[in-house]
Nanobody, 125 residues
Framework: QVQLVESGGGLVQPGGSLRLSCTAS?????????IGWFHQAPGKEREGISC????????HYADSIRGRSTISSDKAANMIYLQVDNLKTEDQGIYTC?????????????????WGQGTQITVSS
């Protein structure tokens, strides 16, 4: 059973930035897999917002964050990062990483095999 752990959430003012991190606490190798980031705003369905294929560096961003986010990986550290800038109140919610899905030109697949518990972002002045 893969155990994904997210960190980096918190309280930030509108216009601020956060860098979220995802790793496998059980040591599962993330270097050659696809990793997805998902956002669930309060009262809304979970949305796939970004993904990276770690084997070739392909990345995808949803329209909601394209242009103000960067997904990256540190293979040596087995970490995946999602930097989100110019945060807005609609960015509030739970951010979760997942593996075992598809990341391609069509975006993120709906089905992913393993999920983390998520990290909370609150955007407020």
């Amino acid at each position: 059973q893969v155990q994904l752990v997210e960190s980096g959430g918190g309280l930030v003012q509108p216009g601020g930035s956060l860098r979220l991190s995802c790793t496998a606490s059980d040591g599962h190798d993330l270097r050659y897999t696809a990793i997805g980031w998902f956002h669930q705003a309060p009262g809304k369905e979970r949305e796939g917002i970004s993904c990276i294929r770690n084997n070739n560096g392909f990345t995808h961003y949803a329209d909601s964050i394209r242009g103000r986010s960067t997904i990256s990986s540190d293979k040596a550290a087995n970490m995946i990062y999602l930097q989100v800038d110019n945060l807005k109140t609609e960015d509030q919610g739970i951010y979760t990483c997942a593996i075992g899905g598809v990341c391609d030109l069509d975006g993120l697949s709906r089905r992913w095999d393993y999920w983390g518990q998520g990290t909370q972002i609150t955007v407020s002045s």
